[in-house]
């Protein structure tokens, strides 16, 4: 149970949510009948140790919502309140995501990643308003909106989510506290608006680290998330604590020695702009590469090749970080195999 009301909400995120989330994606069993508890208390520690503040918990894996729930509460336990939990709200329907949104809540999270459902198609963008109001309405968490091309909104407007349509969101629905702002990507338009026209009242996250850097230099920030940024291990945290504290020489060296794993992240998910889907199998892998669990993903996932996980090894050996010494084999049967 949060330990906010959602009027409170606003005044707890500005107080608490800070720093970098990235993600974790949940382990399975070999046979992946079951969830790997060992697979994601490793990960959660994992965690800790880079010095993440907080972390998604990723649904888009075909997990089922009692399996979501259980994910939750190991994750919870095995924080011991170091991490902030992050409901990610993409299940298949509204009533899907509201009840997995109950259990989640009851299990240890705080904060909400709000998606819309693939076979949700607005009409209008009071539709889309429609959505999220219900959603946030059904729970005390907090609420992350997420303007992204990836819902196919465009449609309706160049930003994914209008600016007209945020601002009554804003202005509506209390536990909303933060706008993950990629709408129009690649473009950091959306960033800089919603900075403009909403950074007193609730927090900006800008979550991509290749756009943070930049422009942290120029627009103090308290929160990057959420994102796969433990594919460059510590680098991202350590980021953001240089940025707050003005050393912006040490940050630039930063963001200049990670250049190669940042290409190589880039060619990895380029396929996002035209599947509207993120490739889970890669940040998997490339947690993995850091020292996280790793190990088997249920279908319907994309797949993975020597290509594609080389190429994503080489970019952090190139960027100074330790090479992996297990092979690419080894990464399907994870650390913790059960």
Known sequence: MVAFTRKEARDWAFENVKGVHN??????????KRLNEKGIRHDIRREIELGFSGTLLVSETTITIEQYEQFCQWAFDEAKGKLMLVF?????????????????EAAGCELVLL?????????????????????????RMAVLLFPVPHWGFDRLHPADIEVAMLRRMVDDIPNVVAIKAEGGMPSIQSYIECH???????????????????L???????????????????????????????????????????????KAN????????????????VWKYQAWLNGFNGGP??????????????????????????????????????????
């Open 297 to 338: 993903l249920p279908q319907p996932t994309m797949r993975l090749n020597d290509r594609m996980m080389n190429a994503l090894r080489k970019g952090l050996v190139d960027s100074g970080f330790p090479a992996v010494e297990l092979t690419n084999a080894d990464y399907f049967v994870g650390r913790n195999p059960c």
């Open 23 to 32: 993600v974790v994606l949940p382990s399975y069993s070999a046979d992946l």
């Open 266 to 281: 880039s060619m990895a998910n380029a396929n996002i702009p035209l599947t509207l889907f993120i490739h889970r199998m």
């Open 216 to 262: 942290g230099q120029l627009i103090p920030m308290q929160y990057s998330g959420t994102s796969n940024t433990e594919y460059m291990g510590d680098a991202i945290p350590r980021a953001m604590k240089l940025l707050q504290e003005g050393k912006f020489d040490e940050v630039s060296k930063l963001y200049w020695q990670i250049q190669p794993a940042r």
């Open 115 to 139: 998606s819309y459902p693939p076979n949700f198609y607005p009409r209008t963008s009071q539709d889309v308003y429609d959505y999220t109001k219900a959603f946030c309405d059904s729970t």
């Open 196 to 214: 403009r026209l909403f950074g007193k009242e609730v927090i900006i996250s800008c979550p991509l680290e290749n756009e943070m850097i930049p």
């Open 88 to 104: 990610h709200a993409a299940f298949n329907t509204l009533e899907d995501n509201i009840e997995a949104a109950k259990r989640a």
